[in-house]
């Protein structure tokens, strides 16, 4: 409609004409539509970083337990076996039994955190082999002494980051036996620090099950608890199919004796709460975009006031009351368009700012961007309308005797 | 002669009750096709009330007011801009131009109102402008115009649509006597042409120069006769 084109050329007009007014009015617009981008790229941004970062630290696995209060049944090296031959893209399958000791080194005592799986058990920590290697199937089928620790714990209980070869007492429920180290695994990431801020220190050291089994009297022919280790996307798949093929060879059908939980179970629930918080930050960037609607819409009843005479005028020559609300609506929708793209622009750039400054990885979403123009568009549209109607009402007569 | 406006026993009263005030007191008027009317009356004879009840600018509390045979005088607030828009072509005391638009601008707003395409309105507003000599104003805003220039822009909004009456509302009252004569002998050229003309005034001497002189006197018509005077 060629009416509508000049109704909007008439708004711009008039928008450019007030200049300084017009950028007073779109500031609150400005700040409410840039907090918004920036708080989805901020909570963007904190999702993504906690995420990767605790998979940083965890690794990607999932693990299935038999709850022994409705089972009698426990898993076998067979069904390790059986689970690696089926599953053919999963990583591996490992036991996982743990205690908590002491480590003698030349350099002194410490507390240990012991854990003992199969060589795929290098995949419970996503840090990789940065010096020796980890446990091969060989050392672990023939018990031998051999651990891993993380490059840390062997700079702090050795005094020293080459500490292949080197050799550490580990005493668990007063035994005591000699192991070598074979490989050492890359540092912690930051959110490991965070996390362990405060704690007292205690070593990670990871043997092979079996020697774990032998030197410390650990039953390690059947197992209640097994590991499975496998990429993020696949994970939670293979976690419950691994627990229906389980499920059927120990006959534990319609028991719910076994339960299997996965990372990607846990990152869902994470993520959850993260949204919780965004949701959070979001309203109240939504808030402070509501009083800048609440500012477009005092300004264009200010402006209705000062051009009574011109609403006049225009009715006088045939304005319809459609017209003269469209042309009040079409200033208030632009004027907040306006604000709304000057607002992304700024939104933008802070969240640039902020998520470099605090180390977050910059995410600005296209469908927060598209979703800020429409409301901004929106609210001048919604805030327009009564300042609009009450241009629109008003009787020529009355407007034109100013 | 055909008749465009017909006015039957109209009152218009404000403040209805025991200060009321009878600003139109059973009015009756009938103006033919192609007349040239004034209607002169002191401040506060109804002559405002009149007017716009002919410009279809206000309703009238009873009576009827028919436009070409069309009864206008109680229809919703967009049947009257419709009306407004097709029938009358207004020329205000204070020009009433917008003061962001330029004279061009003005002049087509009407025509913007009646959904004339952008060329036709072009052409139609710039012949407007050209007829009443400001073919040279045609980007300039009111406020860069003397008054006689501002009130030609107006004529010329007035016409450009070609409506069948021309209202003026002391179309002289606010310019210098120069201006006041040019700003005349545009409205008796558009009488020439067919147009029919309705000025409302306070000023006899004004009032002399149409054909038929209609007074208005505490709301009532007092006299309405043909000017003895009238010089083509």
Do not use: W
Request: charged share 20%.
């Amino acid at each position: 409609m060629g009416k509508l084109g000049e109704y909007i050329k008439s708004a711009i007009k008039q928008i450019i004409g007030n200049g300084y007014r017009t950028l007073m009015t779109m500031l609150g617009i400005v700040i409410g539509i840039a907090a918004v981008i920036a708080v989805v790229a901020l909570g963007n941004g904190m999702t993504e970083f906690v995420q990767s970062q605790l998979n940083g630290i965890a690794g990607n696995y999932g693990i299935i337990n038999i709850d022994t209060s409705k089972t009698s049944e426990l898993f076998t090296q067979d069904d390790i076996e059986l689970l690696e031959t089926t599953l053919t893209d999963i990583k591996g399958v490992s036991p996982e039994i743990s205690g908590y000791g002491k480590v003698t080194t030349r350099k002194g005592t410490y507390e240990a955190n012991v854990s003992g799986g199969s060589e795929s058990f290098l995949h419970q920590m996503s840090n990789g082999i940065v010096k020796g290697q980890y446990f091969t199937k060989q050392q672990v089928d023939s018990n031998q002494r051999v651990c891993v620790m993380l490059i840390d714990d062997a700079r702090k209980i050795f005094g020293t980051e080459d500490a292949i070869g080197l050799e550490l007492d580990i005493t668990l429920y007063g035994k005591t036996a000699t192991y070598t180290v074979v490989g050492l695994r890359e540092s912690m990431n930051r959110m490991y620090e965070f996390l362990m801020e405060g704690q007292d220190y205690y070593a990670n050291i990871e043997i092979p099950y079996t020697s774990m089994g032998a030197d410390f009297d650990y039953y390690v022919e059947k197992f209640y608890s097994l590991m499975l280790f496998a990429d993020q996307s696949i994970l939670s798949d293979r976690v419950n199919e691994a627990k229906d093929l389980l499920t059927n060879i120990h006959g534990l059908r319609g028991t719910k004796a076994l339960n299997g939980y996965s990372m990607a179970d846990f990152s869902e629930e994470l993520d959850s709460v993260l949204g919780y918080a965004t949701s959070f930050l979001l309203l109240v960037s939504v808030i402070s975009l509501v009083v800048g609607g609440i500012g477009v819409m005092n300004i264009m009843l200010v402006s209705v006031t000062e051009r009574t005479r011109e609403i006049g005028i225009r009715k006088s020559i045939g304005a319809k009351t459609g017209a003269i609300m469209t042309q009040f609506l079409a200033e208030a929708a632009i004027l907040t368009l306006l604000g709304g793209i000057v607002g992304i622009i700024v939104g933008i750039i802070m969240a640039y700012i902020i998520c470099t400054l605090i180390g977050f990885k910059v995410i600005v979403s296209p469908t927060s961007i598209l979703g800020a123009a429409l409301f901004s568009i929106l609210i001048g549209l919604f805030f327009g309308l009564y300042p609009a109607r009450k241009a629109a009402k008003m009787k020529p007569i009355d407007a034109l005797r100013l | 002669m055909k008749k465009l406006v017909e006015i039957k026993d109209v009152c218009k009263i404000y403040n209805p009750g025991e200060n009321e005030v009878r600003a139109l007191d059973h009015v009756s008027l009938i103006i033919g096709e192609g007349e040239f009317v004034a209607i002169i009356g002191q401040s506060g004879s109804g002559k405002s009330t009149l007017m716009n009840m002919l410009g279809c600018l206000d309703t009238p509390t009873s009576g009827k007011y028919f436009l070409h045979g069309q009864d206008v005088s109680h229809m919703t607030d967009d049947e009257q801009s419709d009306v407004r828009n097709r029938e009358i072509g207004f020329i205000f005391q204070g020009f009433n131009l917008i003061p962001s638009l330029t004279a061009l601008e003005n002049v087509e707003l009407p025509l913007i109102y009646r959904g004339v395409g952008k060329k036709e309105r072009e052409n139609l507003s710039k012949a407007a402008l050209n007829s009443v000599g400001l073919s040279k104003r045609m980007t300039h805003k009111p406020n860069e115009m003397s008054g006689g220039q501002q009130q030609r822009v107006a004529i010329a909004r007035a016409i450009a649509q070609a409506p069948p009456i021309l209202l003026a509302d002391e179309p002289t009252g606010n310019l210098d006597s120069g201006s006041s004569k040019e700003i005349i002998s545009i409205i008796k050229r558009l009488y020439n042409e067919g147009r029919t003309v309705i000025i409302i005034t306070h000023d006899p001497g004004i009032a002399k120069q149409a054909k038929r002189i209609i007074t208005i006197s505490d709301g009532k018509i007092v006299s309405d006769m043909m000017n003895p005077d009238y010089v083509d």
